[in-house]
């Protein structure tokens, strides 16, 4: 079985600036530097060593001296050009004292050797290709100047030098390798004890569903040993099977993904499983990691509140064609005492007293504003219980708009209240439902009115954008705040104090919305407290007009631009 280090930490890049290789690195230059100052200090006072080969020796102490400050800052960059000062230093020694035919030959090879010492495969790589870049170098030089000069002491002093230096570099490299193997293993250790110490079950699949480890404690009806043995599909009840392999190919194509599923072993109880890919080395398959925990509870609770949502609903549907039905059934007998009361006020048959005149004034006034709400509650009941049917005419919305402004203007004018349309003058051709169309006028006006202090007015403006027609109703009334703003349009809501509510029922704005709904369109409301309303209505309805066709040829038809736009 794969470890944690196998799974996690394959081939992970070294953190370099982690490591405790660093002060290695930093005395191996220091005393490369101080080894090579000595060399030139030496060969020029003792040897008589001067010219062109001094300086060269010279220059390979830059790079020791150089790596101090970039170890300082240790990280891939300042490694890779500390890499290439040397190649830079090799190649300037090479070039001035003759390559590999003079006293320096030894430092062609230090570029190879500090990349020992740096550590990783690419930085020995380029240390090579230094190697070869001053060899190159100094074949160049000596083709030019011809051989360097015949310097055996110091020829010996250099390979010696780059001999230990090179024995230091391996010693480096070994110690680096046995830190890095310390890491990981101490890595593993840690994300092994971390796995463990999960509240589930946590396992490495291949993209097959075998499990490949196992980590934490496992819920009762899934026990691990049948999974190595089985594998996770197996262990799985066959009618759920193709919903947990529906979420591995998920998680395998990198989004995350989640199963239900009933074990084979224990088919009362259910298993939540959150898989999420593993992404290893790119030789190898992506692996899967998933989390099982004991799902039956939260199965449960989920299966209650579908199944209450469901009996809710049902209840709701239930409900509205009750009062579909008991308001069409109760607007018979309404429709009765309105019309007996009606001839009782106009006396058809002979005058009465007073007093029961009076009562019959307002049995015929109680009887008209009952069906009113009946009316209005049967709308609704039929929108909520999805049984209203628009029937679509083409009409002139502005003669539509007249006859409510003349409905309306007489409670109006009874109150004191300037009602006034604004229409224009061409033709406003609509496919709408009238009957819904008029509605949403009349309740909107009615409302203007009824909210607007004697002395105010209210404004009904009609106006074709496009492809919308917009209705807008505003007044000087006494507003609405905005917290009750966001509550209007929802049946039997209400704003304002007492006295405003006892006015309606709540019904009139929540039959505009869903009116305009059902058309396609919408109602905002934009009002300030103790200033005024305005209540507009966007419905898609408009008849676009079309370009008469030229004379003589044929109507030309725009296309239609993809994607509806």
């Known amino acids: 079985m794969p470890t944690p280090a196998d799974i996690t930490a394959k081939d992970a890049p070294t953190d370099r600036k982690a490591g405790s290789d660093r002060p290695g690195l930093a005395a191996w230059h220091a005393g490369w530097a101080v080894a090579a100052a000595l060399l030139a200090l030496g060969a020029r006072w003792l040897g008589g060593v001067d010219g062109p080969v001094f300086y060269g020796v010279l220059a390979m102490v830059v790079p020791g001296v150089t790596g101090l400050a970039l170890l300082q800052r240790d990280g891939g960059p300042e490694r890779m050009t500390l890499l290439g000062l040397w190649g830079l230093a090799a190649m300037t020694a090479a070039g001035l004292s003759g390559g590999l035919t003079g006293p320096l030959a030894g430092f062609l090879f230090l570029p190879l050797t500090a990349g020992l010492a740096l550590g990783g495969v690419r930085l020995v790589q380029a240390g090579a290709l230094g190697v070869g870049v001053a060899a190159l170098a100094g074949l160049f030089s000596a083709w030019l100047g011809g051989p360097g000069p015949h310097l055996p002491g110091l020829a010996a002093i250099s390979a010696v030098m780059t001999a230990g230096a090179a024995a230091l570099a391996v010693r480096l490299s070994w110690r680096q390798n046995e830190l890095r193997a310390t890491a990981a293993e101490s890595e593993a250790g840690k994300i092994e004890r971390l796995l463990v110490a999960q509240p589930g079950l946590t396992l490495v699949l291949e993209r097959s569903g075998r499990v490949l480890a196992a980590y934490g404690a496992p819920p009762s009806a899934l026990p691990v040993d049948p999974l190595f043995e089985q594998g996770l599909v197996a262990s799985v009840h066959a009618p759920d099977r193709p919903r947990l392999l529906a979420a591995i190919d998920r ?92 001839i009782m006020r106009q006396r058809l048959f002979g005058p ?80 709408a439902d009238k009957r819904a169309l008029k509605q949403i006028a009349l309740n909107l006006m009615s409302n203007a009115v009824k909210f607007t202090p004697p002395g105010g007015t209210v404004t009904v403006t009609v106006e074709a954008i496009g492809p919308y027609l917009e209705l807008v109703v505003a007044d000087t009334g006494v507003g609405i705040a905005p917290e009750d703003v966001r509550r209007l349009g929802r049946p039997f809501e209400q704003a304002g104090a007492i006295e405003q509510r006892r006015q309606g029922t709540g019904l009139g704005l929540s039959l505009v919305r869903a009116f305009a709904e059902l058309h396609g369109g919408r109602m905002s409301i934009d009002s300030t407290l103790g200033e005024g309303t305005a209540v507009t209505v966007r419905l898609p309805v408009a008849q676009v007009a079309r370009a008469p066709a030229p004379e003589g040829g044929a109507e030309i038809i725009p296309l239609p631009v993809a994607g509806g736009k």
């Open 251 to 342: 998680a395998l194509q990198g989004h995350d993904a989640s199963a239900v599923f009933a074990p084979r072993l224990a088919l009362d109880r259910r298993v939540q499983l959150i898989l999420r890919r593993l992404d290893g080395p790119e030789a190898e398959a992506p692996r899967l990691i998933a989390q099982a925990f004991d799902g039956t509870s939260q199965y449960a609770r989920e299966l209650g509140l579908e199944t209450a949502r469901a009996e809710a609903e049902a209840r709701e549907a239930g409900k509205s064609r009750f009062l579909a039905n008991m308001s069409h059934e109760l607007r018979t007998p309404l429709n009765a005492v309105l019309g007996f009361s009606d």
């Open 352 to 431: 009465m007293p007073e007093r029961y005149a009076a009562y019959v004034d307002n049995i015929h006034e109680a009887g008209g504003h009952l069906l009113e709400l009946i009316n209005d509650v049967l709308d609704v009941s039929k929108i909520e219980a999805e049984r209203y049917v628009l029937t679509l005419e083409r009409f002139d919305a502005r003669e539509l708009v007249s006859a409510a402004i003349a409905l309306v203007r007489v409670n109006a004018e009874e109150k004191g209240v300037a009602l006034t349309g604004v229409l224009p003058a061409e033709t406003v051709d609509v496919s």
